[in-house]
């Protein structure tokens, strides 16, 4: 498991979701790790794979990978947001991501 250190120079992908921009990992993080500020998401899986599908706050099963937001990404009534769009940007480490964004 990832220390809060460890992840502060952890390489993310930039992620381009339903017009938010987040970082992407196809790892797990603990929930504990995240620096105040961000939030994490994990992002499900589409049944026939390869696709997202949905940014829930925990995902078990088909977990694609896990998103670190500035802002609160609202869940709808049935607790998750289906993506619409997504696309990848480019990457960097958390630490370059918050400094290029401050």
Known sequence: MKTKEELY???FDILSVNGK???FTCLRISREIIPEGLHAYDI???DTGGEFATIEPRVIVNHAGTI???EVIEM???GFVEIDEYGFEDSMTLQEWLDSNT
């Open 9 to 11: 120079s952890e390489n």
């Open 44 to 46: 499900r899986e589409s």
């Open 21 to 23: 921009e987040v970082l």
């Open 68 to 70: 670190l937001s500035k």
């Open 76 to 78: 709808g009534p049935d």
